[in-house]
């Protein structure tokens, strides 16, 4: 069994969307996780919450992560997003924040180390931490890539990659790979992955993009009913990090992070998943995954 520390802020996430509203657990630590969790390792989750957040830690306990390592602190808010979902995107307003993570907090042997910051909750020597502790670091910079206008309303801006060296896997959206400059998911996961030394998970809205240890794969994404998006690319990540250090068969993760994809999309708010049946249509999307 695989032991992964999954780090950023545990949030409570205020969803809009066309299916209705609904409010939820969220953040990497709670989709990453369940994602490790349902596929049979232990997910140790990393975080800080108020006072307020009891109620998210046991939530995460339903769902197979570990919270005995999330720091409940008195007299500080819980991170707090509202989620505006329509046909066309999303918009995300940062609606309260807790106390960053500190370092010391990922001095931890473990496997792996998943850090997704949301909030600018992880800094450099948070990196370096997991980077002398862990197996293997996967980051997903969406929360480093983060600004927000007076209403809090969350908009991308460039961050340098580069202070990333070292990690195994950068997993980035679509909209995060255009505003770093790149003309396509594609393209980022190519240059990146030849900058960084690395895997490159790029997902776009043809299919995901992987770049790493000298392959290059594509496979298209297949979802029947769209339910909740929310979390989708990092259940994505987390399972793509599982087939990765399971068998080292980038093809075989690839198509692991895309049927836990197509199953965390039909589910409203986070839920666990059948493992069994997200390995199963994993085997059955291997014929689609394809060389470029």
């Given at each position: 069994?695989l032991?992964?520390v999954?780090?950023?802020?545990?949030?409570?996430?205020?969803?809009?969307?066309?299916?209705?509203?609904?409010?939820?657990a969220?953040?990497?630590?709670?989709?990453?996780?369940?994602?490790v969790?349902?596929?049979?390792?232990?997910?140790l989750?990393?975080?800080?919450?108020?006072?307020?957040?009891?109620?998210?830690l046991?939530?995460?306990?339903?769902?197979?992560?570990?919270?005995?390592?999330v720091r409940?602190?008195?007299?500080?808010?819980?991170?707090?997003f509202r989620?505006?979902?329509t046909?066309?995107?999303r918009?995300?307003w940062?609606?309260?924040?807790?106390?960053?993570?500190?370092?010391?907090q990922?001095?931890?042997?473990?496997?792996?180390?998943?850090?997704?910051?949301?909030?600018?909750?992880i800094?450099?020597?948070c990196?370096?931490?997991?980077?002398?502790r862990?197996?293997?670091?996967a980051?997903?910079?969406?929360?480093?890539?983060?600004e927000?206008d007076?209403e809090?309303?969350?908009?991308?801006?460039?961050?340098p990659?580069?202070?990333?060296?070292g990690?195994?896997?950068?997993?980035?959206?679509?909209?995060e790979?255009?505003?770093?400059?790149?003309?396509?998911?594609?393209?980022?996961a190519?240059?990146?992955?030849?900058?960084?030394?690395?895997?490159?998970l790029?997902?776009?809205?043809?299919?995901?993009?992987v770049?790493?240890?000298?392959?290059r794969?594509?496979?298209r994404?297949?979802?029947?009913r769209?339910v909740?998006t929310?979390?989708?690319?990092?259940?994505?990540?987390?399972a793509?990090?599982?087939?990765?250090?399971?068998?080292?068969?980038?093809?075989?993760?690839?198509?692991?992070a895309l049927?836990?994809?197509?199953?965390?999309?039909?589910?409203?708010?986070?839920q666990?998943?059948?493992?069994?049946?997200?390995r199963?249509?994993?085997?059955?999307?291997?014929?689609?995954?394809?060389?470029?």
């Amino acid at each position: 069994m695989l032991d992964v520390v999954i780090a950023g802020f545990i949030v409570v996430d205020e969803v809009v969307s066309p299916e209705g509203r609904w409010v939820s657990a969220g953040g990497v630590p709670t989709y990453a996780g369940l994602a490790v969790a349902s596929l049979g390792h232990r997910a140790l989750a990393v975080s800080n919450v108020g006072a307020d957040g009891g109620w998210l830690l046991e939530r995460l306990a339903a769902l197979g992560v570990d919270a005995s390592r999330v720091r409940v602190l008195a007299g500080r808010p819980t991170t707090r997003f509202r989620i505006e979902r329509t046909d066309g995107g999303r918009r995300m307003w940062v609606k309260a924040r807790c106390v960053e993570i500190a370092p010391e907090q990922l001095e931890l042997d473990a496997s792996a180390a998943y850090l997704g910051p949301v909030a600018w909750e992880i800094g450099e020597e948070c990196v370096s931490a997991a980077l002398r502790r862990a197996g293997a670091v996967a980051v997903d910079p969406q929360g480093l890539m983060r600004e927000v206008d007076q209403e809090g309303l969350v908009r991308l801006r460039p961050f340098p990659l580069e202070r990333l060296r070292g990690v195994r896997l950068l997993r980035l959206s679509e909209e995060e790979c255009g505003v770093l400059g790149f003309g396509s998911a594609r393209e980022a996961a190519l240059r990146l992955s030849e900058r960084l030394g690395c895997d490159v998970l790029a997902s776009s809205i043809e299919g995901v993009w992987v770049c790493g240890g000298g392959e290059r794969l594509w496979c298209r994404v297949r979802v029947g009913r769209v339910v909740d998006t929310v979390g989708a690319g990092d259940v994505s990540g987390g399972a793509y990090l599982v087939g990765l250090l399971e068998s080292g068969d980038r093809a075989y993760s690839l198509a692991l992070a895309l049927a836990a994809v197509s199953e965390r999309v039909r589910l409203r708010g986070p839920q666990r998943l059948d493992g069994g049946k997200v390995r199963r249509q994993a085997e059955e999307l291997l014929d689609a995954v394809e060389k470029w």
